[in-house]
């Protein structure tokens, strides 16, 4: 029990550290996802541009929330592993698979010793062949629930992103609709956690494909008072 207790705490300490915000949001004909831009280190912002929602293959969107270089690092080892084993099983592999293989990446990075752990949480959405679209939510210790409306991972602005998709998500909506609301839900966070900020992506998965509908930069205005 100490041994589950000393991960717990690690991961808790992590997870308010990740200074991120991700969410995704299961709609009526497919699903959407949406990351800010920023890298932060303790206090300092490291980085203003960085995209942490992106389009691993053609059918595949991920999300990330945690250390930056193993959100990275986690990206590439799935995108080239589900490459193979699309070549060996000449079939693709569905949407859960694919989570599956991210929970068990993280699974095995968390539990091998290190001086520096590897703590990531994602978000994984996609289609499938028969036009079928899922979302998965891998916590960071890698458990994979599947996401029947939205949810927003161990992001530091997951409290603000879940607070006003609680009151606005309805089971049922477009993507039109939910597009709108990842980017107010995604601005409503960067108003408030000191961890997230500088721009918004959002990503639409359909039975069509996956397009980046939304590349924004928030710039800094000042403004007389």
């Known amino acids: 029990m100490n041994n589950i207790s000393n991960m717990n705490e690690e991961i808790s300490r992590n997870v308010l550290k990740t200074g991120t915000t991700i969410l995704g949001i299961v709609c009526r004909e497919g699903v959407v996802m949406a990351a800010d831009r920023q890298v932060t280190a303790g206090n300092v912002?490291?980085?203003k541009d960085a995209r942490k929602a992106v389009q691993i293959n053609d059918y595949l969107v991920g999300a990330w929330c945690g250390g930056f270089a193993d959100a990275q690092l986690l990206s590439r080892?799935?995108?080239?592993?589900?490459?193979?084993?699309?070549?060996?099983?000449?079939?693709?592999?569905?949407?859960?698979?694919?989570a599956s293989l991210f929970g068990m990446i993280t699974y095995r990075s968390i539990r091998q010793f290190s001086?520096?752990?590897?703590?990531?949480?994602?978000?994984?959405?996609?289609?499938?062949?028969?036009?079928?679209?899922?979302?998965?939510?891998?916590?960071?210790?890698g458990g994979i629930v599947k996401v029947e409306d939205y949810d927003a991972n161990f992001g530091s602005g997951m409290p603000y992103v879940l607070g006003l998709l609680e009151r606005q998500?309805?089971?049922?909506?477009?993507?039109?609709?939910?597009?709108?609301?990842?980017?107010?839900?995604?601005?409503?966070?960067?108003?408030?956690?000191?961890?997230?900020?500088?721009?918004?992506?959002?990503?639409?998965?359909?039975?069509?494909?996956i397009k980046h509908v939304v590349k924004q930069r928030i710039e800094p205005k000042y403004e007389n008072d």
Do not use: M
Request: proline letters at 3%; a negative charge; glycine letters at 10%.
């Open 169 to 209: 998500y309805k089971r049922g909506i477009s993507v039109k609709e939910g597009v709108d609301l990842a980017v107010e839900a995604i601005k409503s966070s960067t108003q408030r956690d000191t961890g997230s900020g500088y721009g918004i992506d959002v990503f639409t998965i359909t039975k069509e494909g």
């Open 77 to 98: 080892v799935v995108a080239a592993e589900l490459r193979l084993k699309e070549l060996r099983s000449k079939s693709r592999p569905t949407v859960k698979e694919s």
């Open 115 to 141: 001086t520096i752990p590897s703590i990531v949480g994602s978000l994984v959405g996609g289609f499938n062949e028969d036009g079928s679209f899922e979302l998965y939510s891998v916590e960071p210790a």
């Open 45 to 47: 912002v490291l980085n």
